[in-house]
Nanobody, 114 residues
Framework: QEQLKESGGGLVQAGGSLRLSCVAS????????LGWYRQAPGKQRELVAH???????NYADSVKGRFTISRDNAKNTVYLQMNNLKPEDTAVYYC????????WGQGTQVTVSS
């Protein structure tokens, strides 16, 4: 029953923006730590951003200043606003519940063209 579902991925030009959304169901949303991860071909899945139940955030150095993670507890939704996208941001982006237990979405493709 617990589920995370991402949306908002797509193809954009370098310098453009996208906003990813992730809707959670079957979890105690207001108490959890949520995150966005990404995985590019041939690379390990890596942290993009985390947000705690108290809305404390942290970011990978590669995206800091360009990406913003936020949450709307009333909508059971976590967002990732991505600005000034670069080709190296191309990856499958995964929404995750990190705490109290690990739960993954299926991912959404983000492709940034040169």
């Amino acid at each position: 029953q617990e589920q995370l579902k991402e949306s908002g991925g797509g193809l954009v030009q370098a310098g453009g923006s996208l906003r990813l959304s992730c809707v959670a169901s079957g979890v105690i949303f207001r108490l959890n730590t949520l995150g966005w991860y990404r995985q590019a071909p041939g690379k390990q899945r890596e942290l993009v951003a985390h947000i705690t139940s108290s809305s404390i955030t942290n970011y990978a150095d590669s995206v800091k200043g360009r990406f913003t993670i936020s949450r709307d507890n009333a909508k059971n939704t976590v967002y990732l606003q991505m600005n000034n996208l670069k080709p190296e941001d191309t990856a499958v982006y995964y929404c995750a519940q990190v705490r109290p237990y690990l739960l993954w979405g299926q991912g959404t493709q983000v492709t940034v063209s040169s």
